[in-house]
Nanobody
Framework: QVQLVEAGGGLVQAGDSLRLSCAAS????????MGWFRQAPGKEREFVAA????????YYADSVKGRFAISRDSAENTLYLQMNSLKPEDAAVYYC????????????????????WGQGTQVTVSS
């Protein structure tokens, strides 16, 4: 069993920053790609950012490029998402996910390729 546990969400004002974390535990799995997705009320879950676990290559949705930064600490099995200059439209439940099959970077946006998901952490941004 693989567990992904997110933390770090909260209520902030527009322009503020937040750092999300995602701790992975459980059985060893081939962690090819890890990513962050988000889902706002009434909307579909969407891709935010991904990182290639070996090598550290990163890939972002256009909507967060230049404001968000994904990183990982391999020794701690932890994924991070640094979110700066937050906007009200960034408000959502943020999920971390791990994929063993996503192909860098052609399919990293495809949430169906992520077999493991956290429970999500709420980010609220007031204007």
């Amino acid at each position: 069993q693989v567990q992904l546990v997110e933390a770090g969400g909260g209520l902030v004002q527009a322009g503020d920053s937040l750092r999300l974390s995602c701790a992975a535990s459980g059985r060893t799995f081939r962690r090819t790609v890890m990513g962050w997705f988000r889902q706002a009320p009434g909307k579909e879950r969407e891709f935010v950012a991904a990182i290639r676990w070996i090598g550290g290559n990163t890939y972002y949705a256009d909507s967060v490029k230049g404001r968000f930064a994904i990183s990982r600490d391999s020794a701690e099995n932890t994924l991070y998402l640094q979110m700066n200059s937050l906007k009200p439209e960034d408000a959502a439940v943020y999920y971390c996910a791990a994929s063993e099959t996503a192909t860098w970077n052609l399919t990293v946006r495809n949430l169906r390729l992520y077999a493991y998901w956290g429970q999500g952490t709420q980010v609220t941004v007031s204007s």
